[in-house]
């Protein structure tokens, strides 16, 4: 089991650039949650997936976001005409789904906006 | 909407001292996480508490919740350095089974020599 893994590690573009986060969860996980954590803050939930449906997302996700796990599997997040405000660090987590739901994190995708 | 919100949020402390961090939620919940977050790292996974009077201990540290309570503590023995990072709480948002975890601030913990 390698773990939760996540690209890149880091990303630095420009305003109003599109980006695209990979995140490939541990084997047998059927759930997959894409979180956001700013600097001194606590992670924020954005959305989750159960297989392949996405089953929520956020208020605090804009149009502009959107994410997909197609065949289960591995998860994009894309970030679309991205905002100085968007720069944070995007954490991919999975869990199997059990009575305890322990969620394991990836390494995260630092991003800044320039 | 459930609110998660630790104290202290910073703690500084010398090696060998005890101390605690609160961890204290809003709504009814069953399932609560402490995580263990280096700085520029990813968040470890620590304990999973799942049903009141839950208490579970890993070295220097132990766990528990009390839900009627809405109150959860870590509690840090005879500290080291090692144990200097971010600690946070988390709530499972247990209505609707989705898993979604809503997280403390979390509690900044410095261990001095």
């Known amino acids: 089991d390698t773990g939760v893994s996540q690209d890149p590690r880091h990303k630095i573009t420009k305003r109003g650039q599109n980006v695209t986060f990979r995140c490939d969860p541990i084997s047998e996980h059927n759930r997959l949650y894409w979180y956001r954590q700013t600097l001194g803050q606590g992670p924020e939930f954005l959305t989750y997936?159960?297989?392949?449906?996405?089953?929520?997302k956020s208020r605090l996700l804009s149009d502009r976001f959107s994410a997909e796990r197609p065949k289960g599997s591995f998860s994009t997040l894309e970030i679309q005409r991205t905002e100085q405000g968007d720069s944070a660090m995007y954490l991919c987590?999975?869990?199997?789904?059990?009575?305890?739901?322990?969620?394991?994190f990836g390494p995260g995708t630092r991003l800044l906006v320039l | 909407e459930l609110k998660v919100e630790q104290n202290p949020l910073f703690l500084s402390m010398q090696e060998g001292k005890n101390y605690t961090i609160y961890c204290n939620y809003s709504t009814t919940s069953d399932r609560l996480y402490w995580y263990r977050q280096d700085p520029g790292k990813s968040l470890e996974s620590l304990f999973v508490l799942l049903s009141n009077g839950a208490v579970k201990q890993e070295g220097r540290l132990m766990a528990s919740l009390d839900t009627k309570a809405r109150l959860s503590t870590l509690h840090i023995t005879a500290a080291v350095h090692d144990l200097s990072a971010t600690y946070f709480c988390?709530?499972?948002?247990?209505?609707?089974?989705?898993?979604?975890?809503?997280f403390g601030q979390g509690t900044t913990l410095q261990v001095k020599p």
């Open positions: 997936f159960q297989n392949e449906a996405q089953l929520e």
């Open positions: 988390a709530v499972d948002n247990v209505a609707g089974n989705t898993g979604k975890l809503i």
């Open positions: 987590a999975s869990s199997y789904l059990t009575g305890s739901e322990t969620q394991y």
